[in-house]
């Protein structure tokens, strides 16, 4: 496991995907929190102008008061949960200041980086025969993907903390301690779960590049896998709907608590503070990790050629694949239409037949879209 020759073959394959990780890392997160502190800082000085001050005094209807202009610098989250039942009484009237982290271009680009990662490292090694040649050294199987897997999560643990160290500390030497009221239960159960996320990111990959043959197929398996929780909070907040429409707010509070636990994969998406799903991802990363241990070690070379890695891939990953779309389309189905609950199941089990049926007859026919090559 610790032979230096192995390591070295590792880093040497992997280095320049590693390199652009960091890079992103700090692009996305050190720099998104310069952005907010400066984006903070204008805010007050905003606050502190001639010309804000001058509106005041001339439109006193719409007034910004003392306690919206202070709550508004406040902060007290490192996401501001959407739901106010999970906020603190005193600013569910007046939005603290919430942090952007620039999230919707390098965060993004951050998540595809993380996967290519875990990618490069056993799906395009496949692709390319590449692991006949691996198969061939004097390392045990269970070794070479033990260092793939410590490297990619030691390059993302250590990107991720030292940005996020770096960002944070300019941001609260450039924010007066008087307006930083973190609530320290979500804070660090949001720092530890967003590197989860993306460790199970990179988890994924690996998982779904020992279990798929193909990139473009694996690409649409990751897409899935990273979109399930737009599919199943909705489909559990129409059941729940349907099964206790008098639940009140109380009980749609304890089921967007246990929907926390299907957000492990969304970057700072939880809304309690309770750290149960922390501690669910860090099972979920282990168990992750044990599988890949073992499918590494079981996979044949002389497979490498099919679209699915193991022949009884085929009929889980059309079952799976069929429920969530029929799940998704029972979801639009609600969207503008007042359906009974045996309508709601009806039609998601139709759609579930539908695409198994679809899915098998691409599957014959368009074989050559996926890999060109063999079909199980």
């Known amino acids: 496991m610790f032979n230096r020759g192995l390591w070295y073959r590792e880093w040497r394959n992997m280095r320049w995907m590693l390199l652009g990780v960091a890079i992103l890392f700090f692009l996305g997160i050190t720099l998104g929190l310069v952005s907010d502190a400066d ?56 939005i603290p200041f919430m942090f952007f982290f620039q999230l919707d271009l390098f965060f993004t680009l951050i998540k595809i980086s993380v996967f290519i990662l875990g990618v490069l490292a056993i799906i395009f090694e496949r692709y390319t025969r590449g692991n006949r040649i691996t198969v061939s050294l004097p390392y045990k199987r269970t070794h070479i993907v033990g260092v793939k897997m410590l490297l990619g999560i030691a390059t993302i643990t250590l990107s991720y903390i030292i940005s996020m160290a770096i960002g944070l500390t300019y941001f609260l030497n450039h924010v007066p301690s008087e307006y930083i009221q973190f609530d320290m239960t979500k804070f660090w159960m949001d720092i530890v779960g967003g590197l989860f996320s993306f460790i199970l990111i990179f988890l994924v990959a690996i998982l779904i590049g020992l279990l798929i043959g193909s990139p473009i197929a694996a690409l649409a398996i990751a897409f899935g896998v990273t979109a399930l929780p737009n599919v199943l909070n909705p489909m559990l ?95 639009l189905a609600t969207t503008n239409t007042e359906l009974s609950f045996v309508s709601y199941i009806c039609w998601g089990i139709g759609s579930m037949i539908a695409v198994f049926i679809l899915m098998l007859y691409l599957l014959r026919k368009m074989r050559g879209l996926f890999q060109g090559a063999k079909m199980n």
């Open 237 to 331: 907040v129409n059941v729940y709907n349907y099964l206790w429409p008098s639940a009140g707010e109380a009980g749609m509070g304890n089921l967007l608590r246990f929907e926390d636990y299907l957000n492990v994969f969304s970057l700072f998406s939880f809304e309690s503070a309770s750290f149960g799903p922390v501690i669910f991802s860090f099972i979920l990363s282990v168990f992750m990790v044990i599988i890949i241990l073992i499918l590494y070690k079981k996979q044949h070379i002389e497979r490498s050629g099919y679209l699915f890695a193991f022949p009884w891939v085929k009929w889980p990953f059309l079952i799976l694949f069929s429920i969530v779309i029929g799940v998704a389309m029972a979801n």
């Open 39 to 94: 984006r903070w800082q204008s805010q007050k000085d905003y606050y502190e102008s001639s010309d804000f001050i001058a509106q005041q005094n001339e439109d006193p209807e719409f007034k910004t008061s003392e306690e919206e202009m202070k709550t508004s610098l406040t902060v007290a989250y490192l996401a501001v949960p959407m739901y106010t039942t999970f906020m603190d009484e005193e600013y569910q009237e007046y």
